[in-house]
């Protein structure tokens, strides 16, 4: 706290002055999140060191895509009460944003810790996860499944949403009342009422995971220093960066756009008044209203990015590209995200710890020893398969 002010370290104990659970922010998140989309992706992961438990997470996308860590936090185990916790702590340092959004998987108290803490956030499923039940349910269908499934959760139009669904409800028998069980705004794009930008599934979260398998067997001391340091790493070389960036929109929002204004190239416009336009994209025609900045595809209100069929009228008219994206993609705000600094922390024997806290004894949590060896791989989620190990000889 001393090297790093403005983050933020609970510890909460048991009665007894056992271990519970633990959150830590840094400052330089805190800061960083007002500049990135309002769209959370939190998972957890099994800790493997003697003491075991759960390691929960917190991240969002920067300006450019990447893995931007939000929070941490350690507990018993995935139940109600550690979930609700860890989300209460996030609430209490990051605020509510009226557009926000949580992603996760469909872990039963996730979601009663969502409906908990934060009751006004619209709550979305990972594609990718529901798949997977998908195909322990329909353990016939999966072609068809993986065919038309992910295809009808990305589609921005709802017209072709319900063109695709058909398709896919026709194919595997079933499936249509089970996904509308679920709820067609928590897994489509096109029915979200929040804006989910690009983020459809939890591989933030996933790969922040697998970023960090080594060091989950640490103790926990050593296991939270490994984060600071690799959170201190990301912000200096990501600041480095962003400072270094000449355009106006971050390195893969400037590739993006460019690949979208060569198909644009192709695309025929026909003006209607100043401000509508009627885009011929092959055999269909969109419809772009500059004044309300909206395309009848869908892409450009719901990602705050142009389409193609946008970039096709900017091309024909005195409108400019970048006045037309959204600040959350600019150079500016992918810089002013690691503008804080994460500093490096001392040895112990030069800390000043105060007296209370040098004179508390914190107690390891019960663990209950299973025999056998401990387990090192991850158990794979519901309908995953995890690759067979085969030797060259068999690939």
Known sequence: ??????????????????????????????????????????DATHL?????????????????????????????????????????RVKSVFGVNPALVIVSDRHRSINNAVQ??????????????????????????????????????????????????????????GVKEYLEAVGLDRWTRSHAPSRRYNIMTTNISESLNAVLVKVREFPITAFVN???LLCQKWFHERRTKAGGCTTMMSKDIETKLEERKDRAQAMGVICADQYTFDVVDGDRNYCVDMALWTCTCRKFQLDQLPCDHVLAVVRKTPYQAYDLCSLYYTREFWHETYRGVISPIPHISSWTIPEQISEFELQPPDVRTVAGRRRKRRLPSIGEEL?????????
């Open 116 to 173: 908990e803490v934060f009751p006004q956030a619209f709550h979305g499923i990972c594609m990718y996860h529901l798949l997977n039940n998908l195909k322990t349910k329909f353990r016939n269908k999966t072609k068809e499944l993986e065919q038309h499934y992910i295809r009808s959760a990305k589609m921005y139009n709802l017209q072709d949403f319900h063109v695709l669904f058909y398709t896919l409800c026709s194919a595997v028998p």
């Open 226 to 228: 490994e984060i600071r």
């Open 387 to 395: 690759p067979t190990p085969k030797c060259s000889r068999c690939k």
């Open 1 to 42: 706290m001393a090297t790093n002010p403005g983050s933020v370290v609970n510890l909460e104990v048991t009665d007894g002055n056992k271990f519970q659970y633990l959150f830590i922010a840094f400052a330089a998140s805190i800061h960083g999140f007002s500049y990135c989309r309002p769209v959370i992706s939190i």
């Open 48 to 88: 493997k060191g003697k003491y075991r438990g759960v390691l929960f997470t917190a991240v969002c996308h920067d300006a450019n895509q990447q893995i931007f860590p939000l929070a941490f936090g350690v507990g018993d185990s995935e139940n109600d009460a550690s979930w609700s916790w860890f989300l209460g």
